[in-house]
């Protein structure tokens, strides 16, 4: 097939692949509308807005704080914060904050702690977001937390500035991202390297106590990051996380005994963290975060209850909003804590309706949240909605009664029934508030699984026509037509129409739909030329000449072949549907590799090639092509134990989902500086290096096997100098990166410089070595003993010709062969002539195997040192695979010379399970916590001016053993 109609029908095929994933996306990363309204003082719809004697900057009632601090300590877990005086071995994490407790016990109607539950996913961004507009986020907020934009929606912070108070920020500069020139001062520090873990919190240090005592703010905002760095980085089991939260500790003692009695103290966490010090997923841990409340005058009632209440952190925003004197945010959903609006010490019927007063308050805004975002967006229930707008009416009327019996008589006596009525009324707001927010959690967080099957219809399909295409290359005289010309125009022809429908009907149309409908044009027009086409090429064949009945089982022979490795795959495909498959893919796939590759061996078994002997034939022994046969069998038998050997070892690697409760996520994940014992450390060190030192030796005694490195040549010189330096300075980086920081400030700024500057002389070789090899990758070493010096092939730059023949390596060094033979045979006939040309058979592999191995030395540096063993078992495992396919290949298929060319399904198969397996076999899993972000930062300690390399670099170390399987693959 020619290559332009090769290429453009792989383009054809990629836009395809993108049509059914982008429809895909379409149904499970659903955007939530958002409102641009904005809540303001005037607003009349409010309870005595107007007229509620609302102070100086006070809006729709009186405000109790004028200032506020609020901290927020990042990934601030609700143990951590909890203090238990009964409990004598704490662990590092336990029973460090011990202020929090004190300050409870001691002055219980003036702090309080709550159990601050988030909603996922738990990554800072959305946790922000939640807590300063009051809305949920969708799923696919999450991919903006390393690209945070501005936020659109009415928010805290722009109520602040909205009623002239002036808030002063310090800390993670993704505030200053979201809001971006709100704050009447602003101190950011760069957020996202987790392996910093005292920059923004001794930045923060430097400014929050002056700033206090100047008096000129009235909200201080301090994002501190040092407990989820050290978390990230150390897990929430090391000392260092000790030293964290003592450092809080102190912090928060201090600034306790700066507090004026107008200001309100709120210190929380955005998230928590899993044991192994992750977050963003769903877990008890993740979602359960401390919200400690403080305030110099009393404002909480005395309550004999243990258990924290547990909160919702957007019930945060309608609660500050009240407080502070400023309108609760436009679209939020949240539900006032009104404990935290009781009126002391005296505890009365007023009480009550203080309390009914702020949720009411609280009903109108979500009521009118709902109204608005009805009318714009149709996903809400309607039956839900009428249900809660008259709930709402009740509620609104049931208030308006009680407020007039109480205002029309002068001497108004509260009774039984009057107090019944009052707690009626707040479990009807309460009920009300509670019910709006599970609604849109349901509708917000719900799939489309009519977008999601049309989308999984459309990857199938192609996955189909790509089957096809391959099997069927060969027999197409103009294949070109059925592959591209008919799926073009058929595809552009359906949208056409469907475009053309939708806008005579007045459907809005968007770009994805209308590629979809294209796709699904382009599938029809290929399969209807596709099997008429077939079917006339039988019909045809047919007539010739009919088959045999050994040419049928031989058809049906091929078609088993085929369909049953499809077939599992296909199998694998459809189990993902399966909630139990999904939690456990990572063994199922395990099991399923094992499973193919050890019945590709006993396949051969069954066929009788792997028979090493004949009881009727004695003298077979004596054949060496017997000898030759029976090695390869005892070789393809020690390739089967290597490969299962692999599989299993590669289990040590595993991390642990949300799901297993009681599962351990393996210690190689942990990297070597969260290693308390220096004997331990030092032991798996030196495991790391040698497991590097190990590849590279494998891979150096491959190029000697076949005769690769005797050659001079740049890229030659390379293998054997630049590969042994690249680890060199690896192995420096892991050591210094695990050293202890017990050392002094110059130790510490000369260590900050190395682990930038080894990492990027790592990154400088692997550009050079890749560089090298675009530019001249051939390692054969042609000589002839007429010639003392290497005879090198010729330069490509020369001339056209010798342009065109470097695409063609192999018949340009039989050429410079024949030359010299030839000159030999015209000169002196006595003199006996050879040409020997080094690494000839592997000069394809040997500059792959280059690629690959540079790749590897990336790929290694961007994970933690102690997964260097596992890419040594990835390689191994793929080494041992290839070698199975090749030698099976060999003993099936001697008879068939053109089935050397082919590749098999089996084979395909199962090297898609391999990238899967060694996903999970590489400390990975399909969730938000297991991504590691650490890679974004290796060689990059200050962090990054644009999120396009951290994206890059976090994307290779999560998808690393599918980018090299991949590239293996080519081989």
Request: aromatic residues 12%.
């Amino acid at each position: 097939m020619p290559r332009v109609v090769t290429v453009l029908s792989l383009c054809w095929t990629f836009l395809l692949f993108s049509a059914g994933l982008g429809l895909f996306l379409r149904g499970f990363l659903l955007v939530r509308l958002e409102l641009r309204s904005r809540s303001q003082c005037q607003d009349a719809s409010f309870p005595d807005a107007s007229s509620s004697g609302r102070g100086f900057n006070s809006c729709w009632m009186p405000r109790r704080f004028s200032k506020a601090v609020v901290l927020v300590i990042d990934a601030l877990r609700f143990d951590f914060a909890k203090y238990n005086p009964g409990n004598k071995d704490p662990k590092p994490y336990e029973n460090k904050l011990e202020v929090i407790h004190q300050t409870v016990v001691s002055k219980p109607q003036h702090a309080k702690l709550f159990k601050f539950r988030a909603d996922p996913p738990t990554t800072t961004m959305q946790r922000i977001k939640g807590m300063t507009t009051g809305t949920l986020p969708t799923f696919i907020d999450v991919g903006s937390n390393f690209a945070s934009p501005a936020i659109e929606e009415d928010n805290l912070i722009q109520q602040f500035v909205q009623n002239e108070k002036k808030v002063v920020f310090m800390g993670d500069d993704t505030w200053e991202a979201l809001f971006p020139n709100k704050f009447f001062k602003s101190f950011p520090f760069t957020s996202f390297n987790v392996r910093d873990l005292h920059t923004v919190d001794d930045g923060i240090l430097q400014h929050i106590f002056t700033t206090v005592e100047a008096g000129e703010w009235d909200v201080l905002i301090a994002h501190f990051l040092g407990v989820d760095h050290c978390g990230h980085r150390y897990g929430p089991h090391h000392p260092k996380m000790a030293e964290k939260l003592n450092q809080m500790n102190q912090m928060l003692r201090s600034l306790i005994a700066k507090l004026q009695n107008d200001t309100l103290l709120v210190v929380m966490g955005d998230h928590g963290m899993t044991e192994a010090g992750d977050h963003g997923g769903d877990s008890e841990g993740e979602v359960d975060a401390a919200l400690f409340i403080y305030s110099p005058i009393p404002m909480f009632e005395i309550k004999t209850i243990e258990d924290s209440e547990v909160v919702s952190q957007i019930d945060l925003v309608p609660t500050l909003a009240l407080l502070l004197g400023i309108p609760i945010p436009y679209s939020n959903i949240g539900m006032v804590i009104v404990d935290m609006f009781t009126s002391l010490p005296k505890l009365d019927d007023n009480h009550y309706l203080e309390h009914a007063k702020v949720l009411l308050i609280n009903a109108i805004q979500v009521n009118r949240f709902l109204e608005a975002y009805s009318q714009v967006a149709k996903d809400l229930p309607l039956k839900k909605l009428s249900y809660l707008k008259e709930l709402f009416s009740t509620a609104m009327a049931e208030y308006n009664a009680l407020i007039t019996d109480q205002q029309v008589s002068e001497r108004f006596i509260p009774n039984q029934d009057h107090h019944s009525r009052m707690q009626n009324l707040l479990f009807m707001l309460q009920r009300y508030l509670k019910e709006t927010k599970e609604m849109c959690q349901e509708t917000w967080a719900r799939f489309n699984p009519v977008h999601m099957l049309c989308g999984i219809v459309l990857l199938a399909a192609t996955c189909v026509h790509c089957f096809l295409v391959s099997e069927s290359v060969s027999t197409f005289e103009s294949l070109y037509k059925v592959l591209l010309f008919y799926p073009i125009i058929w595809g552009l022809a359906v949208g056409l129409m469907v475009n053309i429908w939708m806008l005579i009907s007045g459907i809005r149309v968007e770009p994805l739909i209308a590629s979809c409908w294209v796709a699904v044009g382009s599938h029809l027009g290929f399969h209807w030329n596709f099997w008429r086409s077939k079917y006339n090429n039988n019909h045809d064949t047919n007539k010739l000449s009919q088959s045999s009945n050994a040419g049928i089982q031989k058809k049906w022979k091929n078609l088993w072949k085929i369909f049953v490795p499809l077939g599992i795959l296909l199998l694998r495909c459809g189990a993902m549907f399966s909630n139990s498959f999904v939690v456990n893919e990572g063994q199922v796939v395990s099991f399923l590799l094992k499973s193919i590759v050890t019945f590709t061996v006993l396949k051969l078994k069954w066929d009788g090639k792997l028979n090493t002997y004949s009881l009727n034939v004695p003298d077979m022994h004596r054949n060496p092509s017997f000898i030759t046969y029976k090695r390869e069998s005892l070789y393809i038998i020690g390739l089967l134990v290597t490969f299962l050997l692999c599989v299993l070892f590669s289990n040590n690697f595993y991390n642990c989902r949300e799901e297993f409760v009681n599962c351990v996520p393996s210690s190689f994940l942990k990297p070597l500086s969260s290693l308390n014992n220096r004997q331990e450390r030092n032991f798996h060190y030196t495991l790391s290096v040698s497991s590097l030192a190990l590849l590279i030796y494998l891979i150096r005694k491959w190029f000697l096997h076949y005769g690769n490195l005797n050659s001079s040549h740049l890229i030659v010189l390379f293998v054997r100098l630049g590969f042994p330096f690249i680890v060199f300075c690896s192995s420096c980086f892991w050591a210094v990166n695990a050293a202890p920081e017990e050392t002094s400030n110059n130790l510490q700024d000369l260590k900050k410089k190395i682990v930038v500057v080894l990492p990027r002389i790592v990154f400088g070789l692997i550009t050079t070595g890749f560089f090298i090899v675009l530019w001249n990758p051939i390692t054969v070493f042609v000589k002839d003993n007429k010639q003392s010096d290497e005879t090198l092939v010729p330069s490509s730059k020369n001339s056209a010709e010798m342009k065109a023949d470097s695409l063609h390596v192999i018949p340009l060094i039989y050429r410079k062969m024949h030359q010299s033979m030839k000159i030999h045979f015209n000169g002196d006939q006595n003199e006996s002539q050879t040409v020997a040309a080094y690494g000839l058979g592997t000069v394809y592999s040997a500059a792959l195997l280059i690629v690959i191995v540079l790749l590897t030395f990336l790929l290694v540096l961007l994970h933690n040192e102690r997964m260097s063993l596992a890419f040594l078992l990835l390689f191994l495992e793929g080494f041992s695979f290839l070698e199975i396919h090749g030698t099976a290949r060999n003993l099936s298929l001697q008879s068939d010379n053109t089935a050397y060319f082919t590749v098999p399904w089996y084979a395909v198969t199962a090297w898609v399970f391999a990238a899967t397996q060694f996903f999970y076999a590489t400390g990975h899993q399909p969730t938000f916590p297991t991504i590691q972000w650490n890679a974004a930062f290796v060689g990059f300690t200050e962090g990054h001016s644009t999120n396009v390399l951290p994206a890059i670099l976090v994307g290779m170390n999560t998808f690393a053993s599918h980018i090299l399987f991949a590239v293996i693959f080519l081989r």
